[in-house]
T-cell receptor, first 117, second 114 residues
């Protein structure tokens, strides 16, 4: 399997512009996560989907952020409008199932490094 | 609420030294998973190990070993005979058994010099 695929790898945008980050999870995985990594806050969960349904979006910083998972093989994270403080590395991860009897380690994509100027 | 503390921000060793990375966690759950991930300079997050709270047996994988002690809420990671390629940021993480969402520590940067 190719692993979790994220695009783009790098994105530089101007403040106020819309940014869309994309993720293709590992085939067969039914849980998908978006994490953000910054120097100040470290790695933090933004949103978690299970079977394409958002389960926990309490980490989404504000209304400027939105995430969708229209099908099992694709998810997007959108920031509109973007601000300089959104500059970070955004990771998508997927895992198989949920619950105690299922392998639940998350496999991460290579991340999207977002710079908002 | 869950919390993971990696008190060591940065560790520098010389190649072939053994090094232990500390991880202390807090959770109200009686069952949970613990993880270690490696982030090399290239930036990706690489899964190293998952441990469930039922199993306190220590684990060894090549030069890597993990010591899980539920009594002290610690899950420490030891690299034996470190190598330059071990240089990376190492993250300890915790999840409950209902969902797979991870709570990460701040990470420990390990620098192994030749």
């Amino acid at each position: 399997d190719a692993g979790v695929i994220q695009s783009p790898r790098h994105e530089v945008t101007e403040m106020g512009q819309e940014v869309t980050l994309r993720c293709k999870p590992i085939s067969g995985h039914n849980s998908l996560f978006w994490y953000r990594q910054t120097m100040m806050r470290g790695l933090e969960l933004l949103i978690y989907f299970n079977n394409n349904v958002p389960i926990d979006d309490s980490g989404m910083p504000e209304d400027r952020f939105s995430a969708k998972m229209p099908n099992a093989s694709f998810s997007t994270l959108k920031i509109q409008p973007s601000e300089p403080r959104d500059s970070a590395v955004y990771f998508c991860a997927s895992s198989l199932g949920q619950g105690a009897n299922v392998d639940t380690e998350a496999f991460f994509g290579q991340g999207t490094r977002l710079t908002v100027v | 609420a869950q919390k993971v503390t990696q008190a060591q921000t940065e560790i520098s060793v010389v190649e072939k030294e053994d090094v232990t990375l500390d991880c202390v966690y807090e959770t109200r759950d009686t069952t949970y998973y613990l993880f270690w991930y490696k982030q090399p300079p290239s930036g990706e997050l690489v899964f190293l190990i998952r441990r469930n709270s039922f199993d306190e047996q220590n684990e060894i994988s090549g030069r890597y070993s993990w010591n899980f002690q539920k009594s002290t809420s610690s899950f420490n990671f030891t690299i034996t005979a470190s190598q330059v390629v071990d240089s990376a940021v190492y993250f300890c993480a915790l999840s409950d058994m209902r969902y797979s969402t991870l709570t990460f520590g701040k990470g420990t940067m390990l620098l192994v010099s030749p």
